[in-house]
Nanobody, 125 residues
Framework: QVQLVESGGGLVQAGGSLRLSCAASGRTFSSYAMGWFRQAPGKEREFVAAISWSGGSTYYADSVKGRFTISRDNAKNTVYLQMNSLKPEDTAVYYC??????????????????WGQGTQVTVSS
């Protein structure tokens, strides 16, 4: 079992920045890949970014590449999503997810077994 708790969401103006955190507990955090997804009202949950067990490999959706950075601190059992140059279309509930069966990152939603409760990010124009 893995428990995930996100934090760091909020309201920000377009062009601003936020850093999301996801604290994990349960299985050995440093042994598996992690991901971030988001879901806007009326839309399906979509992939944002993912990171390998060691942090050495990352993967981004085209819509956030160059603006968002995923990282992890295995000593703190935490994964981060640094979001810069935010746009109104980034408004969504952001979820972190754990994939204990994989070490390498994936964008496939069904691969992730555990999800956090989500944190709201709202970008005003």
């Amino acid at each position: 079992q893995v428990q995930l708790v996100e934090s760091g969401g909020g309201l920000v103006q377009a062009g601003g920045s936020l850093r999301l955190s996801c604290a994990a507990s349960g299985r050995t955090f440093s042994s598996y890949a992690m991901g971030w997804f988001r879901q806007a009202p009326g839309k399906e949950r979509e992939f944002v970014a993912a990171i390998s067990w060691s942090g050495g490999s990352t993967y981004y959706a085209d819509s956030v590449k160059g603006r968002f950075t995923i990282s992890r601190d295995n000593a703190k059992n935490t994964v981060y999503l640094q979001m810069n140059s935010l746009k109104p279309e980034d408004t969504a509930v952001y979820y972190c997810a754990a994939d204990p069966q994989r070490k390498l990152p994936t964008s496939l939603r069904y691969e992730y077994d555990y999800w956090g409760q989500g944190t709201q990010v709202t970008v005003s124009s």
